[in-house]
């Protein structure tokens, strides 16, 4: 069974810090792995695909890479802004049986204060 | 474009009442759709899946079920609601294994 773990679990940093979010899974033999972002109450945003096939991902001051042999993802966020504040969850697509459902960690709480 | 629709936002239901959750994609045919709860302080459990109309897996055997009467509707119900039911639930899609997935903006319920 697949497990995912992101760390740490909540973080908080001052605004125009650059930080990274951690994500680490335990079966390597996934089709992709799906970075999202969650405001308080609301549903999830997606900000990355990654495939299983690709290193790295970029979009605006996002950056997230994948090392799929050792089962870590990061996510990298540049220059930090309070408009980040949200928890981010990490999630590994399967395919197969599981007909490409997603196994998601429990997300790390980010808080960016000015 | 592709936009999930999913309503309704909040709803508070006595136990032993009726549910039904619903989900719509609009802008492509033939998704891959999903149920998912969120409970408080836990991450985010896969209630069901559906490939097509009528195919509907579940993942974990429990008080409700789905129903996908149409391409890009998802229906999620309950006959009698318990207050292990209350959690914020999420209806997402996808166009195929290696594509994206998109989440709708979630039910709020609350069984009291």
């Known amino acids: 069974k697949q497990e995912v773990t992101q760390i740490p679990a909540a973080l908080s940093v001052p605004e125009g810090e650059n930080l990274v979010l951690n994500c680490s899974f335990t079966?390597?033999?996934?089709?992709?792995l799906q970075w999202f972002r969650q405001d308080p109450g609301k549903g999830l945003t997606s900000l990355l695909l990654?495939?299983?096939?690709?290193r790295e991902q970029t979009s605006g001051r996002l950056n997230a890479s994948l090392d799929k042999s050792s089962g870590r993802s990061t996510l990298y966020i540049a220059a930090s802004q309070p408009g980040d504040s949200a928890t981010y969850l990490c999630a590994v697509g399967k395919g197969g049986s599981t007909l490409g459902r997603l196994y998601f960690g429990r997300g790390t709480q980010l808080t960016v204060w000015p | 474009s592709q936009t999930i629709h999913q309503w309704p936002a909040t709803l508070v239901q006595p136990v032993g009442s009726p549910l039904s959750l619903e989900c719509t994609v609009e802008g492509t045919s033939n998704p891959n759709l999903y149920w998912y709860r969120q409970a408080a302080g836990r991450g985010l459990q896969l209630l069901f899946y559906?490939?097509?109309?009528?195919?509907i897996s579940s993942e974990v055997p429990q008080n409700l079920s789905a129903s996908r009467p149409q391409d890009r509707q998802f229906i999620l119900s309950s006959k009698k609601l318990l207050l292990s039911d209350s959690g914020f639930y999420l209806c997402a899609w996808r166009g195929g294994l290696n594509t994206e997935a998109f989440f709708g903006q979630g039910t709020r319920l609350t069984v009291v």
């Open positions: 079966d390597s033999a996934i089709y992709n």
């Open positions: 990654i495939q299983s096939s690709q």
């Open positions: 559906s490939v097509g109309i009528g195919q």
